[in-house]
Each structure stands twice: as C-alpha cells, then as structure tokens.
C-alpha cells in the first residue's frame, strides 16, 4: 500500500525545515521498504496569498481529503499578510474541516540540549499535552457593538460540547493509559471561569471511571504553568482546552531547550480525513533566508506522522537518529540554536544518514 502525503512548506523557515524533514522521511522509507507518493502544494502560504488575494484554492478541501496524511512547514509572513488572516485562512481550516480534534505534542528534553532549567537532565522532562482543537475559547463566537463610540462593547464566547470534549478527554486517558507512569493531570480554571471549567472538571471524572488504573489530578491554569517550570517532572499526560493547551504545549517545549525541536500531530483520530503533522514553531522571520532553522521539529513531526499511518519502526528510528545525532554534539553539524556552528541541512543530512545507518 503506498501513502500518500501532501507536502505544504508553508512559508520563511516552514520552507527550509521541510526538505529535511522530507529527507529523513524517505531515508525511514527506504531504509523499511515503505512506499510514499509525496505530493507537493504552494498554498497555505504568504506566496499564494500575494499572488491569488487568498490562503487557499476554492477547492482545497477535495484536494487534501484524498490524502493519507498533511505534512505542513509554517504559516505567516506579516509583513505582507497579517497573522490573523493568514493562520485562520489555512492551518485553522485544515483543523476544523477535517476534523483534527487532537493537537498532539510531546515534550521531551533531549540528550544534549540544555533546558533553561537548572539541573535537568533528559528523563526529568517527558510527558505530552493534549490540547482540544476544535472548539473550546477558539470557537469565534461573538461580535463587537457600538464601534468605535464609548458605548463599545465586545463579546467572544466559549463553546464547549460534550461531544467535543468527551472525545478528546477519551484519547488523553487512553495515552495515559498507555504509558508507564498512567497518569493524568488536567488543566482547569474552576474557581475564575464558573460555567465552562467546572462543567469540565465533571467530564473530566466522568470519564475517569472507565479508567480506573489512571492517576489524576488537575491544576488551575496559572499555577500549572508554574509547576511546567519549577517540577516538570511531575507530568505524564496533561490534557487541556484549546486556549490553555496552547499555552502548555509552548511553555512545555520551552523548557527542553529549543522550540525549533518540538514535533506536533493534528490528528483526526478516526481517520475520516487526514491528520496533519508540523513543528510547533512559526515561520520565524527574524533568522528565515539564512538556512540556520534547526530542521528537528519538522523531523519530528515526520516520525510522528509515520507512527499514525503504522510504522512504529520506522518512526522510532527516525527519533533514534536524531538522539543519536544530539548526543553526539559535533558542533559542525548542529544548529545554532543549540550550540552549533552547522546549518539546517548540515543536520538534516546527519540525521538523514543516521537512519539510514543504523
Ligand atoms: P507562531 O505564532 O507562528 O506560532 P511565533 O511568531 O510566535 O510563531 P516562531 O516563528 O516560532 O514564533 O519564532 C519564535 C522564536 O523562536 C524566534 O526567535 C525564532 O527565531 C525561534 N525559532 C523558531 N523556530 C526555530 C527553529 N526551527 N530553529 C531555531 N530557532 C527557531
Ligand atoms: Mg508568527
């Protein structure tokens, strides 16, 4: 059976990291006789939107839906087009209508990097967040009066469903489940937001019931993201809605070390539509155009992506390589971000061989 898989660089450094992380790919390929048709795409970029006045082609949806998987660079160049327009005329698009309900991402310190933490070691930091990414505060329900006069008013509701979040509080336990440590911990803001976060928190031990092996807890917001930085390790699998997921799953790769490393999976669990894999870092503009990205997240993000299409070996040996690479530290070949004097490709070809090698 061949995969197929849409390849958008996206823009600024999106299109730097993705040829490696589409070098790694069809190293992991070849080396277990996977067979892969990478089709590429120019749209959900600032390009495409200079030069047809819109994100994406009227026919978007046609197009990707016959793919297996999305592997997406980064969007936003705001120079030319405001953030705003375009992440909701792409990435938020792809997300709601292929029903990517789960924005997976690991957070992982790796051997080699050094946290911002002091004294932690690879092994103190490694657990998931599991952010809702569908509904929830992103939902854009609302709307302004009265504007621009002193009578304005601004309304933006939440919308949460039990739909919504039963199914993505059922995907948290059952990773949690999973794993060694079984534990859960969610993040809630029960005693500022009374209507939407306490009815959460009922979800939350609804669903616990049929998991009994699972250990939960659960943390307002604001002191969570405290305990992100002063006991990292205490997480396994933290679930979170959409607002609050974002930003756990900034401030958890933060303290490994480097964004440019974290991978991140929009999945669409029942695979109605196709799930789509990207670096959790943006566009990056301040270092695009001298080839200095460093390219792991969207490696990552590759090995992640072949783990949902079935190919656990050959994700795990993708991330292999890359540790390996890491815990090698040859300054020549890593990027500057973490301590090297190499270049994106220096380090995509290293890990590339790597895999290759093993
Ligand atoms: P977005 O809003 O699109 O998520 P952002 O604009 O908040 O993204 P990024 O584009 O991720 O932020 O950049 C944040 C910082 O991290 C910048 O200083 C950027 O240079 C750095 N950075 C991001 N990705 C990488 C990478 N792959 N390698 C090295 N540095 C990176
Ligand atoms: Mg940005």
Redesign the pocket.
Known sequence: MTHRIAVIPGD??GKE?MPEGVRALQAAAERFGIALELAPFDFASCDYYAEHGQMLPGDWFEILKEFDAIFYG???WPETVP?HVS?WGSLLQFRRRFDQYINLRPCRLLPGIKSPLANRQPGDIDFYVVRENTEGEYSSVGGRMFEGTEREVVIQETVMTRHGTDRVLKFAYELAQSRPRRKLTSATKSNGIAITMPWWDERVAEMGRHYPEVAVDQFHIDILTANFVMHPDWFDVVVASNLFGDILSDLGPACTG???VAPSANINPEGTFPSLFE?????????AGRG????I?QIWSAAMMLEHLGHQEASAAIVAAFEAVLAEGDEAVL?P?IGGRGTTETLGRAIAEQVLSE
């Open positions: 600024g450094i990291v980064a969007v936003g953030d992440l480097t964004i440019g670096p959790v870092h943006g566009s990056a503009p301040d270092i200095i990205a460093n390219p997240g990027t971000d």
